[in-house]
């Protein structure tokens, strides 16, 4: 069976973005799975879509679980694409962005790397040793979650507690970090978070990337001390955290995830 053709679609809360020679976005009026396959049909032009979001699949990963941006539960979209005739292959969205960061390195040695998505969410996507790393529940680098927030405030994931509530861009918008205590408080958390991460992986590469850093880049050097406070002095002096504003390497990095799915489906 040939390979198909795919085009790169980012499903935000708010815009449906795609790529390719015919790259182009419109805005979400209607959120409604079944109004959303309806773009991506016309869009799609006989390819297969493959689809980066914000959220949460199944371990199989044809089912949204959670969709916070959408307001999707358990929504069986690969299978709803695949009734009406649409070949559609799904990621989250930081794990799209981090296998585009990965093939921008254009490394032939299998590396590592971690891109630190510091947006409305706060979470890593991991490579680890040229693997895409998703996880048994397809939530690995799910680090905004870890309890470590006000035990009264309530998540986009629906918990209370999560370290995202004191790190998401809800809580900070860019004028936030003029403030030196609330700064500080954040590069503090930020840090104990992503440490054991880089301990445990000892990754080639560290990405920032996010609205976050963006918008505030003098945050970078400073993440990138407190973080390195915390590793183990000897082995990691050479650390260094960079930002990556290249948004449009999630699509490249979905696309390809959807050819790499692909292949191993018809055992190539
Ligand atoms: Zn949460």
Request: net charge negative; aromatic share 6%; charged share 20%.
């Amino acid at each position: 069976m040939p390979l198909n053709d795919w085009l790169g679609v980012d499903l935000g809360g708010t815009w449906l973005r795609w790529g390719g020679a015919s790259s182009g976005r419109l805005r979400l009026e209607d959120r409604s799975p079944e109004a959303i396959l309806d773009h991506l049909i016309t869009v799609s032009e006989g390819r297969g879509v493959a689809v980066s979001f914000a959220g949460w699949l199944c371990p199989e990963g044809r089912r949204v679980m959670q969709g916070p941006n959408l307001g999707w539960v358990d929504v069986p979209f690969v299978e709803m694409a695949a009734a009406r005739g649409l070949n559609c292959h799904l990621e989250n969205d930081l794990d799209a962005r981090a296998w585009g960061e990965y093939m921008a390195l254009e490394t032939r040695e299998p590396r590592s790397l971690i891109a630190l998505n510091a947006g409305s969410g706060f979470a890593l996507g991991l490579v680890v040793q040229g693997q895409l790393v998703r996880g048994f529940h397809h939530r690995a680098g799910e680090v905004g979650h870890l309890v470590l927030g006000p035990a009264d405030r309530r998540c986009g994931c629906g918990d209370l507690g999560c370290a995202e509530t004191l790190l998401g861009g809800a809580q900070n918008p860019p004028d936030r970090f003029d403030d030196p205590s609330q700064r500080q408080a954040w590069l503090d958390l930020a840090a104990r978070i992503v440490a054991p991460v880089v301990a445990a992986l000892d990754p080639h590469h560290v990405v920032g990337v996010g609205g976050i850093l963006a918008h505030r880049p003098d945050l970078l050097r400073d993440l990138e001390q407190e973080i390195k406070g915390l590793l183990p002095r000897r082995w990691f002096d050479d650390f260094s955290l960079r930002v990556s504003v290249g948004e449009s390497l999630a699509l490249a990095g979905v696309v390809d995830l959807a050819r790499h799915s692909e292949a191993l489906r018809n055992g190539n």
